[in-house]
């Protein structure tokens, strides 16, 4: 009897203090490596090569092609959505609510999309695949008060827009690139001071000035933790606070939901200890207790699946312990703005491509790919990019202007072959890719404008090419005669609309791209008398 009623007593005792079981997150630091999901054993092949500058793989060597890991990256372009001009309508009232103004702005919307193509060959696979990455961003510009000067703005500087974007998405991609080789071959440090264990907050309860002691001790301890140097010491010391917490879970025997939240903390703060341990087995053991004690089965399904995952990833890697010597290391000689800056074709150059439809003289019509580098650089000829059996670029054909018709790109840009005499040449110069000397003959110009009035093309991304429907010919708004008799020769194309030539000839027209483009437009617009 005397022993009922002191068990009785006990029982009495732990629920009066039990009646305050408040936890609270109490922070650590831990520190090991991330391994990678398809890793290499041999750490003696952990090399790879790669044609685009500022991508590494942590844990690896980077060699002049070929890398047991050979990696290829083709950047396709960007290219731009449906460009639109939304009118917003805005509206000026008294106090009384009534409308004393009415007006609108208009703000030109699109947006821009890129991709990019990843080419990764795996030496100790002896397989090849392709990962294809991508970004996207919207577009607004500032408010016009007008459609038409919205209309230009965007006309012209969509080129510069796209251009911004283009380096964005870039930068965007190659970040990508570089977290999915990590995630994939490489080996990442890894630190956080934001993991937890659940600790007592009540000063009431028994246990919580024990609970804080031994949360200390697990700070002090993991505050040692490196991803680089092993763990035998520290799992050593950390011995005495599993052997607490577990001892904590037979002194708090019963179903009652408080019983249950103190023996929760426990289990639950076994399993991380354990989780960082590198003992998956031990995780999976204290998952299965926090699902058996009910009081929180999410948090011991969510530990189920951090073991097997754990479980999994060390397996598969080879190891026992997730802290390791990471060495990483550039021994490629490489001179990246050289190799980057050479026109010929060399192993491993890097391609940013953008198709283009290709127009022959003999109007036969195919589809290339133009290295975005040599965009800005069409004229007299450009750079036609080849492919091996397996779709990977090896080099670059010279297309020459003479045998071309027009080239259009998928993006938007449009050349088309020009005859013209070129200002921007010395006299008595000559041109061996086309073998003339210093004469009018063939180049590739940008399409500025047309109409069925006047064309206006951009040469070398910096000479105004002028041609009139009759004439077969360009002339070079650059060229001496056209600068010293500019306004003579706009009133001269215009003269069949004397407003316009009037205009030409008192100054309102300048020898720029932006103040042709609107000679070109107000002519192109002018009815004829």
């Known amino acids: 009897m005397k022993k009922i009623v002191l068990l009785g007593a006990l029982i009495l005792y732990l629920n009066s203090f039990a009646q305050s079981t408040n936890l609270d997150r109490e922070r650590f630091h831990v520190s090991y490596v991330e391994l990678p999901s398809d890793p290499i054993l041999d750490d003696s092949k952990r090399t790879y090569s790669i044609n685009i500058s500022g991508v590494s793989i942590n844990g690896f060597s980077k060699v002049k092609s070929p890398g047991v890991l050979d990696i290829n990256y083709i950047f396709t372009g960007t290219r731009v959505g449906e460009v639109k001009i939304d009118k917003e309508k805005h509206q ?23 991709k990019g193509i990843l080419n990764i060959v795996n030496g100790v696979r002896a397989k090849s695949y392709e990962e294809k990455f991508s970004a996207e961003t919207d577009y607004t510009s500032n408010s016009f008060n007008s459609y038409y000067k919205a209309e230009r703005y ?21 970040s990508n690139i570089k977290s999915y080789l990590d995630s994939r071959y490489g080996y990442r440090s890894y630190s956080t001071n934001s993991e937890f264990l659940w600790i007592l907050a009540s000063k009431k309860h028994p246990e919580t000035k024990k609970h804080h002691e031994a949360y200390n001790k697990t700070k002090a301890i993991f505050s040692k933790m490196h991803y680089d140097e092993p763990m035998d010491d520290i799992a050593k010391e950390l011995e005495p606070v599993i052997a607490y917490f577990e001892n ?7 179903t009652k939901r408080k019983m249950r939240k103190v023996k929760y903390a426990s289990y639950y703060n076994l399993a991380k200890i354990y989780s960082y341990l590198d003992m998956p087995q031990k995780v999976e053991e204290y998952a299965g207790k926090l699902i058996e004690n009910d009081y929180d089965k999410s948090d011991g399904n969510s530990f189920l699946r951090t073991a097997v995952s754990l479980s999994t990833s060390l397996e598969k890697n080879n190891m026992k312990s997730r802290h390791m010597k990471i060495v990483t290391e550039d021994i490629s000689n490489l001179e990246e703005e050289k190799k980057e800056e050479a026109p010929e074709f060399k192993a ?9 439809y290709l127009i022959t003289k003999e109007n036969d019509t195919t589809l290339v ?10 004229g007299y000829s450009f750079r036609n990019v080849q492919y091996n059996k397996n779709g990977s670029p090896i ?7 003479k045998g071309c018709k027009e080239l259009l790109f998928v993006e938007g840009l449009h050349y088309k072959n020009i005859v013209f005499k070129e200002a ?21 110009c940008r399409v500025v404008f047309e109409s069925d009035k006047i064309n206006l093309y951009k040469f070398n991304n910096k000479e105004l090419v002028i041609v009139v429907p009759e004439s077969e010919k360009g002339k070079s708004t650059s060229a001496l005669g056209f600068v010293f008799a500019f306004k003579k020769k706009l009133a ?9 030539a009037k205009k030409a000839m008192t100054n309102r027209y300048k020898n720029n791209e932006v103040s042709l483009l609107k000679f070109c437009n107000d002519l192109t617009n002018c009815k004829a008398e």
């Not at 000026?92 to 890129?114: A, C, E, F, H, P």
């Not at 904590?248 to 019963?254: D, M, Q």
């Not at 491993?348 to 283009?356: G, K, M, R, T, V």
């Not at 133009?370 to 650089?377: A, F, G, P, Q, V």
């Open 92 to 114: 000026k009232k008294d106090k009384d609510g009534n409308i004393l103004s009415t007006w609108y702005t208009y703000r030109v919307k699109t947006d821009y999309s890129s």
């Open 492 to 500: 001269k194309i215009a003269e069949n609309c004397p407003d316009i």
């Open 424 to 444: 921007s040449k010395k006299p008595g110069s000559v041109k061996l890719t086309q073998g003339v000397l210093g004469g009018a003959n063939d180049k590739l």
């Open 248 to 254: 904590v879970i037979s002194r708090y025997p019963g």
């Open 154 to 174: 965007y006309a012209l500087n969509k080129h510069d827009i796209k251009d911004n974007h283009k380096r964005k998405h870039k930068s965007i991609i190659k």
């Open 395 to 401: 080099g670059t054909r010279v297309k020459q202007a």
């Open 369 to 378: 790919d133009i290295n975005t580098k040599d965009i800005e650089k069409i």
């Open 348 to 356: 491993n150059q890097e391609f940013e491509l953008n198709q283009a």
